[in-house]
């Protein structure tokens, strides 16, 4: 099973801060990454796809890079919205798996 | 537009089984697989399987392989999840997360509002 771990597990940061996350995987995996944020009480929202890939209405300031067993999502400037907990998901082997996730938490 | 609504929560005693569903509307049923993802409280996401509304094929993990049973009915364009011999560790919010791509399985989509299931004595 691949294992994919996610760091930092907590990022406080302050609206208009930059937020670089990072999701490592156990072996390679190509670009078959997919990243969703989760507000409490919500279900996931994918924000990428394919490691840079955007889904719907994912933001500009929003991006997603790597490949191989190092990925990155970072968000340019944090808005108010975008304090949630972030996933990646890989797809290139079954099971299909999730990181732990990353909170970002306001400062 | 894209709608997975599913059904209630549920609790269930040690031993015993569940049944999820989540009916699907405003695209075309049998196009798109459909995924079961868990999240136990406080926890991260979990993938349980798959299932292909076309033709009703499944994949499922290892881990619930023997305990989960994964089915659709085209006609009520629903598909549904059934868990057998519930353990503590079962409770969590189960969604159904159609897939993105008509062809091949590649990633969630579009998301069910999830189903509360309690395991308790």
């Known amino acids: 099973e691949i294992v994919l771990t996610q760091s930092p597990g907590t990022l406080s940061l302050s609206p208009g801060q930059r937020a670089t996350l990072s999701c490592r995987a156990s072996?390679?995996?190509?670009?078959?990454l997919a990243w969703y944020q989760q507000k409490p009480g919500q279900a996931p929202r994918l924000l990428f796809y394919?490691?840079?890939s955007r889904g719907t209405g994912t933001p500009a300031r929003f991006s997603g890079s790597g490949s191989g067993t190092d990925f990155t999502l970072t968000i340019s400037s944090l808005e108010p919205e975008d304090f949630a907990v972030y996933y990646c998901?890989?797809?290139?082997?079954?099971?299909?798996?999730f990181g732990q996730g990353t909170k970002v938490e306001i400062k | 537009q894209v709608q997975l609504v599913q059904s209630g929560a549920e609790v269930g005693k040690p031993g015993a089984s569940v049944k999820i569903s989540c009916e699907a509307s405003?695209?075309?049923?049998?196009?798109?697989?459909m995924h079961w993802v868990r999240q136990a409280p406080g926890q991260g996401l979990e993938w349980m399987g798959m299932?292909?509304?076309?033709?009703?094929?499944?994949k499922y993990a290892q881990k619930f392989q023997g305990r989960v049973t994964m089915t659709r009915d085209t006609s009520m364009r629903t598909v549904s999840m059934e868990l057998t011999g519930l353990r503590f560790e079962d409770t969590a919010i189960y969604y159904c997360?159609?897939?993105?791509?008509?062809?091949?399985?590649?990633?969630?989509?579009?998301w069910g509002q999830g189903t509360l299931v309690t395991v308790s004595s």
């Open positions: 299932v292909n509304p076309n033709g009703g094929s499944t």
């Open positions: 998901q890989q797809r290139s082997d079954w099971p299909w798996t």
């Open positions: 405003g695209y075309t049923f049998t196009s798109y697989y």
């Open positions: 072996q390679s995996i190509r670009r078959h």
């Open positions: 394919d490691a840079s």
């Open positions: 997360a159609r897939d993105m791509s008509g062809t091949t399985p590649e990633y969630f989509e579009y």
